[in-house]
């Protein structure tokens, strides 16, 4: 029996904020792609993606569906984890991956996905992913957020050039030339070039790979922003959280005292609070009512978003979160499975696409991610959205005080595109 060629999968969910950041410095190994040709490459795209924007619209509610579909294959896993992802990362790279896939293997990936291919034609998707990675990737003051793709190519693998300049066209991904008969050369060059395009906070996080691998795909998704209205740290105050299994903890919870978005859902029996970032994201922390969380992970659909969109009111309120900083790594190889992408993983895969080699399969996919929430010297918005309500309305009663001291829900989203780009669940603040 022949040995099988293996993909790594590696994603990456970065969200960071308040930095400095300088340009990243290219990386050794890719002939491709000087600054010259990704400007040339840019202009390209932006005749290719943004004549119209209708495929990021049509391929919006699926991945919010994929979002919730794999959430909830984790949460069952883990009752007294700690859970955070980036299903952008994740559900572009599989789309990309699926631009080599064929037969059974491309229907169980896009089925996977949460894409019904009798709703949404395949060009659809890719063009939509396409318009998703421009949009979010448009250079914006003081704040960043970046997702990007790559291929790290053994010498020997010869790939199908339609498949490189579909990736490039439709995903941006930079492509390098790699030994991987040298394993330690070749992981020290993938964490080159993580470490550039994360700008210094990804480092060393690629996995030893055998020397069977012919190919490393990479997804990364980079979030920096700032909260719009400040947690003052003068207000910050040592509070109990009350863990997974009724463990009392203390950790340092910061406040905001603000007009910010509020609802109670009496269906799913949770309360939401939006809290907005400078810009385009907010960052929604749903808690549960007592003893309600596993029912609201089991409840929650993609319809949930639109309906809290449009059922927040401003109101008073002050918020009390913990602070907490969170790293982690993933294998969602079984999630997936459970979803039905299975024969990607196995002697089955059909991956011909990417090269006539028919022994090609996907061996790992490793996620990983960080996540730091914390109070900041944010600028403060020329006048909130409550501000501007509300100041001419009569007397209102009391501030309304929600603290999050118990397990919550945390998603931050990117109200411009609806794209999703963390999901957590924080069941202890301590752990990291």
Known sequence: MKAMLYLFL?????????????????????????NSTNQQQH?????????EVSALHKIVPYNADFAFRLYKQMSSDSDDKNIFFSPVSISTAFAMLALGAKSQTQ???????????????????HKGFCQLIHKLNLPREEILTKIGNALFLDESLKVLPTFLEDVKTLYQAETFSTNFLKPIEAK???????????????????RDFSIHTVMVLVNYVFFKDFWR???????????????????????????QRTW???????????????????????????LPDEGKLKDVERSLVKEDINKWRASFQYRKTDVWIPKFSLSASYDFKSSLQRLGMADVFNHRAD?????????????????????????????????????????SLPPLPPPHCIIFSRPFLMFIIDMSTGTIFLMAKIVNPTHI
């Open 107 to 125: 229907t169980q990936i896009y089925n996977a996905l949460a894409f019904n291919l009798s709703e949404i034609e395949e060009n659809e998707i």
């Open 260 to 286: 910010i978005k509020f609802l109670h859902d009496e269906d799913l029996s949770c309360s939401i609070v939006e809290i907005p970032y400078s810009r385009n994201a907010v960052a929604w922390f749903i």
């Open 188 to 206: 020290q060059q993938v964490n080159d070039y993580l470490k550039n395009r994360t700008y210094g906070e990804m480092i060393n996080k690629a």
């Open 229 to 255: 209205e400040k947690f003052h740290p003068l207000l910050t105050t040592e509070k109990h959280f009350i863990a997974y299994g009724n463990t009392t903890i203390k950790k340092n919870f910061m406040c």
């Open 351 to 391: 991956l011909s696409g990417i090269t006539e080699k028919r022994n090609l399969r996907v061996s790992q996919i490793i996620h990983e991610a960080v996540l730091v929430v914390h109070e900041d010297d944010t600028m403060m918005g020329q006048g909130s959205p409550g501000d501007l309500l509300f100041r």
């Open 10 to 34: 590696l994603l990456f969910g970065l969200l960071f904020r308040c930095y400095h950041l300088s340009e990243p410095d290219d990386v050794h190994g890719n002939d491709r792609n000087t």
């Open 43 to 51: 202009s390209t795209l932006e005749q290719e993606c943004n004549t």
